[in-house]
């Protein structure tokens, strides 16, 4: 069975920096493009990041522009979303999921299999 699980999330004072990492099992991790995705509080949870099999990147929301990078490691099975230059408004829980082919040009409706998700919180 595919099992996703998200890692890294936490507190950090604004324009402070975390790194978060994704692994999922189950699959041939190096087929399928996977995104990060964020639910804020009362909001709802929209995609961030996604990356294709083989590493082209495609932004799903322009606040993050220029200080959150996404990269993976199909060796390892891991997904990393590099965020820097935090903002208190970044604060969300964030989650990792797996889309359903090789490359993210469905959008970010087309993932079907996501982990628990990891809190990041960044205080001003």
């Known amino acids: 069975r595919v099992q996703v699980v998200e890692s890294g999330g936490g507190l950090v004072q604004a324009r402070g920096s975390l790194r978060l990492s994704c692994t999922a099992s189950?699959?041939?991790?190096?087929?399928?493009?996977m995104g990060w995705f964020r639910q804020a509080p009362g909001k709802e949870r929209e995609g961030v990041l996604c990356?294709?099999?083989?590493?082209?990147?495609?932004l799903y929301v322009d606040s993050v522009k220029g200080r959150f990078t996404i990269s993976r490691d199909n060796a390892k099975n891991t997904l990393y979303l590099q965020m820097n230059s935090l903002k208190p408004e970044d604060t969300a829980m964030y989650y990792c999921?797996?889309?359903?082919?090789?490359?993210?040009?469905?959008?970010?409706?087309?993932?079907?299999?996501w982990g628990q998700g990891t809190q990041v919180t960044v205080s001003s």
């Open positions: 999921a797996v889309a359903s082919g090789g490359t993210c040009r469905r959008g970010p409706t087309d993932f079907g299999y």
């Open positions: 189950g699959l041939t991790f190096g087929n399928y493009a």
């Open positions: 990356i294709s099999w083989s590493g082209f990147t495609t």
